[in-house]
């Protein structure tokens, strides 16, 4: 993509609304823009990224044998008040009237809706377990949208819904989902550490929050040290196995939110407790029979008996992550993102459009790696150097190749490494080398 042709609204001067980095850059480097409180248009550059961290959300469910689909935003009142939650969710959901005056709701999670379509579907204990999950945007009027898209009133949510037989095949798709989300946030370069959690509106008895330290993170967190140590699962995990030793391990030491803190641990653990804010990127649940009881969703067991459906539900803040991912990895200058979900893998500039040297191999270069596969932004406009690298730096692609006439007389340009900062004299024909860490 040559800068010349992009649509990247940038801006110079910090708004004043953005009260941390991730909000702040995310305005500036033109990854999003405000249409009302909590609302947002992603942008070309920010929708990549919301794109990318899709994508790995999306791999990893799948291999966990999840399978994707997609649920409408509206969904009819009435599977709400069956399931006794249209009162109990109050204002924060939006309530709408058709034309024909019936009372529907623009989705804040999806228990109801997939738990009607399970009911009407599943029939025997044949067709169990399954996992269906979906990427969909929510609607939560949150009293006080803030922090660009950490609190918003519409976001992109994973949503995973699981259905098994009985208690042991619940707890099966719950820690296939624990695991799966210890490797999806790795995979963006974060460190989420689970945390014993409040089932809130959602209800249940079993419940963990994955949380991304930050200091702007909204909640208060408390854990042992030491768990900062424990291995996630590579790719060789294999999700059909027995999962439980993995999430013991994990659950062996204590961490939560304040909502779930303990003071008598606290003081047990003296120099190894940790106090930290977090980011809650993810939360999962265990809730049994909940919604298919209250919504008569069951299955006929290998006797022939009617059997309730166990339940469980797996959320991840997918636009919530962009910011998440912004605040654990950024400087002064703006953002530093990881590869994997990167809007662009390789940024160049021509610092001199005047010149038909710089010009020609600038092109050339934006050819070559192209053709590699990697996914290029060329600025080629007319601007003084400093302004290119200061964008370049906000906008936070993980290389930059820098090309100029000084450069060029010895057949060489400057590669820079935006994360470490390092630069260096490349000449043109090893270019590709160094980008593809040959
Ligand atoms: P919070 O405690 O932050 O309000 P929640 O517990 O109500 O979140 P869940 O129902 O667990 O949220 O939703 C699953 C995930 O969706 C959360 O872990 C979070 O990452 C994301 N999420 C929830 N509310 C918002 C929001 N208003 N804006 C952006 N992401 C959100
Ligand atoms: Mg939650």
Redesign the pocket.
């Given at each position: 993509m040559r800068l010349t042709n992009y649509f990247l609204p940038t801006l110079r001067e910090n708004p004043k609304e953005a009260q941390i980095p991730s909000h702040l850059f995310m305005l500036r480097a033109g990854l999003m823009k405000q249409s009302s409180a909590g609302i947002y248009s992603w942008l070309p550059l920010g929708l990549k990224v919301l794109k990318n961290i899709e994508e790995i959300v999306r791999l990893e469910m799948d291999r966990t044998g999840s399978q994707e689909m997609l649920m409408p935003t509206i969904q009819p009142a009435e599977i709400w008040r069956e399931s006794g939650r249209y009162e109990d969710y109050g204002k924060e959901m939006l309530r709408i009237v058709d034309r024909h005056d019936r009372d529907m709701l623009y989705g804040p999670?999806n228990e109801e809706m997939i738990t009607d379509l399970v009911r009407t579907t599943i029939r025997t204990y044949k067709d169990l377990p399954k996992n269906l999950y979906h990427q969909q945007w929510k609607f939560?009027d949150?009293v006080r949208p803030r922090f660009g898209?950490?609190?918003?009133k519409e976001?992109l949510?994973k949503d995973a819904y699981s259905f098994d037989l009985d208690r042991e095949g619940a707890i099966r798709s719950y820690n296939q989902m624990f695991i799966a989300y210890l490797r999806i946030f790795k995979q963006m370069g974060l460190k989420a550490i689970p945390m014993k959690a409040e089932t809130?509106p959602?209800g249940g008895d079993l419940s963990h929050?994955f949380l991304v330290l930050a200091d702007t993170g909204e909640s208060e967190v408390f854990y042992h040290k030491d768990i900062l140590n424990f291995n996630v699962p590579n790719d060789e995990i294999d999700y059909s196995s027995d999962l439980q030793m993995i999430v013991d391990e994990w659950t062996s030491l204590y961490a939560a939110t304040s909502e779930k803190a303990d003071q008598s641990v606290h003081s047990e653990l003296a120099e190894s407790l940790m106090t930290a804010r977090g980011i809650?990127?993810?939360?999962i649940f265990y809730f049994g029979t909940k919604y298919s009881k209250a919504m008569s969703a069951s299955v006929a067991d290998s006797n022939g008996n009617s059997r309730y459906l166990e339940m469980g539900s797996y959320?991840?803040?997918v636009?919530?992550l962009v910011g998440a991912i912004i605040e654990a990895s950024h400087d002064e200058k703006g953002i530093i993102w990881p590869e994997s979900v990167a809007p662009f893998k390789v940024g160049i500039i021509n610092l001199r459009k005047d010149d038909s040297l710089c010009v020609k191999e600038s092109d050339l270069l934006y050819s070559a790696i192209g053709d590699a596969g990697l996914s290029v932004l060329y600025d080629d406009r007319d601007e003084s150097g400093g302004a290119k690298f200061a964008n370049m730096d906000l906008i936070g692609l993980p290389w930059q190749v820098i090309i100029g006439p000084r450069g060029l007389k010895e057949g060489q340009v400057e590669v820079k490494n935006r994360a470490t900062d390092q630069k260096q004299s490349v000449p043109l024909g090893a270019v590709l080398n160094v980008l593809l860490g040959r």
């Open positions: 999670t939560r949150e898209v950490m609190r918003g976001f949510m809130g959602i929050e809650e990127v993810g939360h959320g991840i803040g636009s919530r």
